[in-house]
């Protein structure tokens, strides 16, 4: 969505506004409740089954500065960033190819902005 004429795209992204996968969200949970939250987690699924939007919406929950016992609080300045996909602890890595022509290797970093606003646009982009 578009906030204010700034221009400003955010998702809005919490757990709650994940449709599904509480089975996952139950887990995801269980893990921040206990304190026991691995190094790595790999969110793998179909087409469609919402694993990139839950992912964000789990990092933001892990990076909130007031988080609920459920979800994150959407409000803080860390969520606040996580939203607009520029929070500093938020790391995208996709794959890139070289063009014809190009003398560097490509990294992620080069199409962040892209990425932004075509993941903004269709979070379930795959």
Request: glycine share 10%; aromatic share 6%.
């Amino acid at each position: 969505m578009l906030k204010g004429s700034t221009k400003i795209l955010t998702l809005g992204m919490k757990l709650a506004d994940i449709p599904g996968q509480e089975g996952v969200k139950a887990l995801l949970r269980q893990g921040l409740e206990s304190g026991q939250i691995p190094h790595a987690q790999l969110f793998a699924g179909p087409p469609g089954s919402g694993k990139l939007p839950l992912a964000l919406a789990y990092a933001q929950w892990l990076m909130c500065h007031q988080p609920g016992e459920l979800d994150s609080c959407g409000e803080c300045a860390s969520c606040r960033k996580v939203d607009k996909l520029i929070h500093p602890d938020l790391h995208w890595v996709f794959p890139v190819v070289t063009r014809p022509g190009e003398s560097e290797k490509p990294g992620s970093e080069q199409w962040m902005r892209e990425f932004r606003q075509a993941f903004t646009q269709n979070p379930h982009l795959e």
